[in-house]
Structure formats: structure tokens, C-alpha cells
């Protein structure tokens, strides 16, 4: 059974960075879909960004293009999925959840129903 698991959450000032990571365990993924997405209170869960694990290809949300970077450890720990996030604003402040769908594809805009496997999600706030 697929788990994900997300960590790496916290507070940070306005203008920080923060890395959050999420880790797929329960089997490989040869081929999948693995995005990171945010819900704020009393807002929809917002995609951010999304990345192939055949080939580490990457997409982004126009609201966090240049500020968000997903990438993988190929080498290392290739079922691990990290979001390093820069310039960092209070209107960040959300619960951040990670998402993956074998054998699917990231598709812009990114959508909550098109992933079937979600983490329990890590808080990030920021603020002074």
C-alpha cells in the first residue's frame, strides 16, 4: 500500500526559505506523478507544483514559478520528493500536502482529483 508521508514544516520570518519533503514508501514508482499542493483556512487546496518520476521533469504553478523548486534524490532516496520554498510571505501560510498518482502525468493546472495518494500534510507559517 501506498503511504506519503510529508515533514520538514515549521515557522519562518517573512522572506526565509523552508525545504518541505515528502517520502512514498510502500513500493517503487516507476512511473508517477508526484505534486506538492497547499490549503490556506477557508481556501480551495491550491496545486503548486509537480514533478515525473520517470524522468524528473518538472511543472510549476504561475504563482510560485521562480520562488518554489520541486525536485528528487535520484541517487539517493528516489521515492523522496523535496519543495524548497524562497522569498516566503504570511500569504504562504498554509498546510502543505503532497500527492502522487502512479502512472499519471502532471497537468497544469494541477488538480486535487487528479491524485489518488495524499499525506497528512505539514504546516508552514510565516511569519514575524
Known amino acids: 500500500q501506498l503511504q506519503v508521508v510529508e515533514s520538514g514544516g515549521g515557522l519562518v520570518e517573512p522572506g526565509g526559505s523552508l525545504s518541505v519533503s515528502c517520502a512514498a514508501s510502500?513500493?517503487?514508482?516507476?512511473?508517477?506523478?508526484i505534486g506538492w499542493f497547499r490549503q490556506a483556512p477557508g481556501k480551495n487546496r491550491e496545486g503548486l507544483a509537480c514533478?515525473?518520476?520517470?524522468?524528473?521533469?518538472?511543472?510549476?504553478a504561475d504563482s510560485v514559478k521562480g520562488r518554489f523548486t520541486i525536485s528528487r534524490d535520484n541517487a539517493n532516496a528516489p521515492n523522496t520528493v523535496f519543495l524548497q520554498m524562497n522569498s516566503l510571505q504570511p500569504d504562504d501560510t498554509a498546510v502543505y500536502y503532497c500527492a502522487v498518482e502512479r502512472f499519471g502525468l502532471c497537468l497544469l493546472p494541477l488538480m486535487p482529483t487528479d491524485f489518488g495518494s495524499w499525506g497528512q500534510g505539514t504546516q508552514v507559517t510565516v511569519s514575524s
Open positions: 514533478i515525473m518520476s520517470s524522468d524528473s521533469s518538472t511543472y510549476y
Open positions: 510502500g513500493f517503487t514508482l516507476p512511473h508517477a506523478a
